[in-house]
């Protein structure tokens, strides 16, 4: 699992993961070994094989999503993913695996306390509030920037080298079972921040809401890397919590906190993302965002033509706001919808 968009003030923030089924003990799984022929994390000026790794390394706004959209979408294809829309992308890559927790859409008096996750009702149907009431009205309208149909991907793929890739798979006895994702929109992560009172913590619900959504901790053996949460160290109370089982701890400090948890063992370090899986999480939240932004600027640019686009990031995040400000007025766009409150 891993994260992308949690600074910025405008835009989601999202979380996701890759599920993968390996032969033997998952900890010994060299996937970098594995997957060399097709796939690199250090990449030459010639190189042609697809580029995984961190999305900070991967993706560079001046140089388009280009490279990102390669490998996300070629490991997409790779797990059976395979929309020609953004909102068929979003539902796709929503679904739990599993229905041991069951995921209801909730009303707004219980969504901090019940996390949302995985695009419900509720959560994902943003708000048109009136403008600076502070609230949302439990009957909303979608975004309008998510309305209409957006192509994907935005430039043509050549997926030889997921062929490639399948094919190697398959000779050894490798599955990516599923990428998922949670996209949290600002009206859910202010509710979250109001609730909680800290970023760490609001990534740690969200994160742990995912995984009760493609883990059953009594079923198979499995090993789960993550990148830290923030500064946090200790992660057993949040585990408990979320899995109503015993929590072992077998090792908590800087470089690593490392827990057991019914069949599976849980591992929480910075630099995650050197785990091919844990890269590929990576990149599909960052492309997941930047897609969420092109439709978001576009949304803007049709309403002010001459409008300079946005990441979200604070210092131009207010430029943008400020520039739509009376637009905003106009179209009764709610402050707690569009603007994270940290």
């Known amino acids: 699992m891993d994260e992308a968009g ?36 250090t990449p030459t000026k010639q190189d042609q094989r697809l580029f995984v790794a961190d999305s900070k390394q991967v993706f560079k706004p001046h140089q388009g999503l280009g490279p990102l959209e390669r490998g996300t979408w070629s490991a997409l294809k790779l797990s059976g993913i395979i929309p020609q829309t953004f909102p ?24 901090t306390k019940q996390q949302g996750s995985l695009f419900d009702t509720y959560e994902l149907s943003v708000a048109k509030s009136p403008i600076n009431t502070g609230t949302i009205p439990y009957d909303v309208h979608p975004l309008p920037w998510y309305e209409d149909d957006f192509q994907l991907p935005i430039e043509p793929i050549d997926f ?29 992560f202010n509710r979250l921040i109001r609730s909680f009172d800290n970023k760490s913590l609001v990534t740690s619900r969200v994160a742990m809401t995912l995984l009760r959504g493609i883990w059953d901790p009594t079923g198979e053996e499995t090993l789960i890397v993550a990148d830290k949460h923030g ?112």
């Open 160 to 188: 030889s080298l997921c062929d490639r890739w399948r094919a190697l798979c398959e000779q050894r006895g490798i599955e990516l079972v599923a990428i998922r994702a949670d996209v949290v929109e600002p009206a859910r």
């Open 231 to 342: 500064g946090r160290n200790r992660y057993d109370s949040l585990l408990a919590e979320s899995f109503n089982l015993p929590v072992e701890c077998l090792k908590e400090g800087a470089d690593l906190s490392a827990y057991r948890v019914g069949n599976g063992e849980l591992r929480f370090q910075p630099r995650a993302e050197t785990h091919g899986p844990v890269a590929l999480a990576s990149m599909t939240a960052k492309y997941l965002r930047e897609v969420a932004m092109d439709q978001f600027n576009q949304f803007w640019q049709r309403q002010i033509p001459c409008l300079k686009p946005t990441q979200g990031y604070p210092v131009d995040a207010k430029r943008f706001r400020d520039e739509i400000a009376d637009e905003q007025v106009r179209l009764q766009i709610s402050d707690f919808t569009l603007w994270r409150e940290r």
């Open 6 to 41: 949690l600074g910025p003030n405008l835009g989601p923030f999202v979380v996701a993961a890759t599920v993968w089924r390996v032969p033997g003990d998952p900890a010994s799984f060299d996937f970098w070994s594995e997957f060399k022929s097709v796939l690199t994390n």
């Open 88 to 111: 068929a992308l979003r539902r796709k890559i929503s679904l739990p695996l599993i229905q041991k927790f069951p995921l209801h859409a909730r009303s707004p008096e219980t969504a």
